[in-house]
């Protein structure tokens, strides 16, 4: 609505922004940092499990992931976080960062520890898997950030988001 849009005036351009309320966490200068420290949370969590338990079926979490991505669409297309107005959803998407952070890491540890341990993996591999999964679980984190980076300076910005005459969703 309306009564939630505030129109701010920079030197060089008008912006109109829709926040949650006037909450500490509605703020996005306090929410990105504590959305990326429950990912965190999860990576550690679920990277520290191999030593109690072990997923062999890696496969499942990266279904897991689909529907994880498929959840995230969702949200974004129906943009509940920014109708809400409010900060329960904000929680709940930190405890689904948590989620996120455990598939990524459970899957990551997991699979660092079937090119070590399997069976099947003839010895003179070993290495080279381990190598490779390091690489590319690094090109990843490299093509992510380079993701995010475009996306911010373009569709994610605050003017492409936020346009001087836009409206709140």
């Given at each position: 609505p ?27 200068d ?10 965190n ?5 679920s ?8 997923i ?24 509940w ?5 409010a900060d329960?959803?904000?929680y ?7 989620f996120?952070g455990f ?18 993996i003839?010895?003179r ?6 190598n ?8 990843g984190?490299i ?18 988001l ?8």
């Open positions: 309306a009564s939630h849009r505030r129109t701010i005036k920079h030197p060089t351009q008008i912006v109109t922004e829709c926040p949650a309320d006037a909450s500490w966490l509605a703020n996005s306090n929410n990105n940092p504590l959305l990326w420290a429950m990912y949370v999860g990576v550690t969590f990277r520290a499990s191999v030593s109690c338990f072990r062999r079926r890696v496969w499942l979490l990266t279904l897991l992931q689909a529907a994880n991505c498929a959840a995230w669409a969702l949200l974004a297309f129906t943009q976080l920014a109708r809400a107005h329960a959803p904000l709940a998407a930190a405890a689904h960062m948590v996120v598939m990524g890491g459970a899957c990551y540890a997991n699979c660092m520890y079937l090119f070590n341990t399997k069976p099947d003839p010895e591999y070993r290495e080279l898997g381990i490779v999964g390091f690489l590319f679980s690094n090109l984190i093509a992510a950030t380079g993701f995010v980076v475009l996306l911010k300076a373009t569709v994610l910005s605050k003017g492409a936020f346009p001087p005459d836009g409206e709140c969703p």
